[in-house]
């Protein structure tokens, strides 16, 4: 099932138009690629937070720890992904993003 999922996740990741959604509708989220360098993760907070509200990085707020650029990175761009309708094109970022299909949530932080 694993498999089969992952085949149609890459199949459907390859059209150019419209929201994400796979079949079954589960859910995606939008998350720096680990081997993304410090530059381009700032440059993808910046743009995302002049997007959209990233209050939840700020210091004392659910997001904030741990406070590192992947992580404040991931949560700024899926906050931009989800808010722009989760099209394909809302997760490039210069190709340092990922779309994934596990939630990555953690602790009291909720990715949208």
């Not at 360098?37 to 959209?52: G, H, P, Q, R, T």
């Not at 990233?54 to 904030?64: A, P, V, Y």
Request: aromatic share 8%; with cysteine; charged share 15%.
């Amino acid at each position: 099932m694993a498999k089969a999922t992952l085949i149609l996740f890459l199949l459907l990741s390859h059209i150019s138009v419209g929201t994400l959604v796979l079949a079954n509708e589960q859910k995606t989220w939008c998350v720096a690629k680990p081997s993304s360098d410090s530059k381009a993760l700032e440059e993808n907070i910046n743009y995302a937070c002049s997007e959209v509200d990233c209050k939840i990085l700020q210091k004392g707020c659910t997001c904030f720890s741990p406070d590192n650029l992947m992580n404040h990175a991931s949560i700024a761009m899926n906050l931009y992904y989800q808010a722009k309708g989760r099209n394909q094109w809302n997760c490039h970022f210069g190709n340092s993003a990922l779309i994934v299909l596990t939630d990555p949530s953690y602790g009291s932080c909720i990715y949208e």
